[in-house]
Structure formats: structure tokens, C-alpha cells
């Protein structure tokens, strides 16, 4: 059985509106990952949610008619949230030995179909491997910086940025979604876990667990800013629009 848990609790705040409901060429942002996963097989979907966005949630849903897709109300933070939707996971089945679990944050829509086929197929083949995580490397010069903050009056504080060392950028992972784990290895480490993570990939480095990083998409942006949506736009592909359409109508066996 393969699982997929959507991350879209999130408040938007950098972007200004609830971003995963604005459309790009008239397709909600969250439509895409939700088609996207039904393209591949995925057997269940837990879609995480901000209480006051049920009904808009229940709205799209609701037009996928023959999928198995279940809301969850997200937490204050995203691992949080994260953690309620695999709670959901449990209730909704007992996870097995060769199911997989993928997590995916809501806000990048453009990922590929065919890239997400082949990591689930190589964590299929490979019992070593507990999961694969897709990355890209950085294009621009990157550095580490250091924020001084000084108080000029009561109402204004000036900050002054130091630039440190500079860091090969063939050094540097820039962490995607989805990401395909091993279901019931998340499920143990998740048994009496205190911290919480950015991603789920977190929980696995700290616990040095046999991950593999892959080559992502360039274009599998993540929308953070108003600009982003503009990027997402321009990229989304009619092939991308025409899974949408497929898997609303689309009877799953």
C-alpha cells in the first residue's frame, strides 16, 4: 500500500493569502499534488488543513469522486501537523511491512510524476534503503551570515549583516517533497519521539537511519512569495492541467 500525507495547514504568512488555494491556469495550487499522487498509484491520501478551511478542503475533495482521500486538522507548527495525519494514517489502516509513505508539502505543485514513479520504484527494489529524498543544488554563491541587531530608540531596531565564510555550493543540498520512506519505519521512529523536525527527513538524519538523496526538479519550486505564484504559472504544463481532469473522473480499483 502506498500512503501519501499533504502538508497544507500552513498559515501563508510570507505569501499573504492562503496560497494553496489560488490557481494556476485555473487549477487550485493543492489540485496538482492530490492528482499527481492518484497518477501513481497512491492508495490514501491525509490531507492536513487549518480548521477554518474544512469546507473549502471539502469542496475540492469532493470532486474526486473515487479516490480515498481523508482531512486531518493540522497543528500549530508543521511537524505538528505532520504528526496528526500519520496519527489518521493508523486509525485509517495497520501499516505493513512494505508499505511506503510519502510527504509532501502542499506548496510545491510542480513536481514530477515520473521522478516520484522512480523513487518509489527504487525504494521498491532496495530493502537497504528506509527512504529517498529528492534535492537540488544552489545556483548562487552561498555564504554563512551573522545578524547584529542594534537598538538605535524604543520604536526601531537597526540590523547590520556580516558575511562569513562561503560555502561550495556543490555542498549544499536544497531539500524537496515529496520524500518516500518506508511507512513502517517512520511508524518506529515516531514511537516516543519528543522533537520535532522540519521534514520528515529530519527525524531520519538524527536518528542516522539509511537514507538516500536523489536529484530533484529545478522546477519543483516551492510557493513561498506572491513572485512564486507568477514562476508557477509560467512553468505548469497543460499535461500537468490534463491529470487533474483525469483523475477526477478516474474509477480506482
Do not use: C
Amino acid at each position: 500500500m502506498i500512503s501519501a500525507i499533504i502538508l497544507g495547514a500552513g498559515k501563508s504568512e510570507r505569501f499573504g493569502e492562503k496560497k494553496i488555494f489560488k490557481t494556476l491556469k485555473g487549477i487550485k495550487v493543492i489540485d496538482f499534488s492530490i492528482s499527481k499522487f492518484l497518477k501513481v498509484g497512491v492508495d490514501l491520501i491525509i490531507l492536513a488543513f487549518q480548521k477554518e478551511d474544512q469546507d473549502s478542503m471539502q469542496d475540492i475533495i469532493s470532486k474526486y469522486k473515487y479516490a480515498q482521500i481523508v482531512l486531518t486538522e493540522g497543528g500549530k507548527t508543521r511537524w505538528q501537523s505532520f504528526e496528526n495525519s500519520f496519527l489518521e494514517l493508523r486509525k485509517k489502516t495497520s501499516i505493513q511491512q512494505d508499505d511506503i509513505l510519502i510527504e509532501h508539502d502542499a506548496a510545491r505543485p510542480l513536481f514530477s510524476v515520473e521522478t516520484l514513479l522512480r523513487f518509489i520504484n527504487e525504494l521498491k527494489k532496495n530493502p537497504a534503503i528506509e527512504g529517498i529524498i529528492p534535492f537540488i543544488t544552489p545556483v548562487e554563491t552561498v555564504r554563512t551570515i551573522e545578524i547584529k541587531k542594534y537598538e538605535t530608540s524604543k520604536e526601531s531596531i537597526y540590523e547590520e549583516t556580516i558575511f562569513l565564510q562561503e560555502i561550495p555550493r556543490n555542498n549544499v543540498a536544497l531539500i524537496q517533497t515529496p520524500q518516500v520512506f518506508r511507512a513502517k519505519a517512520v511508524e518506529k521512529l515516531l514511537d516516543g519521539n519528543k522533537e520535532e523536525f522540519a521534514d520528515l527527513a529530519g527525524i531520519f538524519f538524527r536518528n542516522k537511519r539509511n537514507i538516500i538523496g536523489l536529484p530533484g526538479d529545478r522546477r519543483n519550486i516551492k510557493i513561498t512569495y506572491k513572485e512564486d505564484l507568477h514562476i508557477a504559472e509560467a512553468l505548469v504544463s497543460d499535461e500537468e492541467i490534463e491529470i487533474v481532469r483525469e483523475m477526477r473522473t478516474e474509477k480506482r480499483t
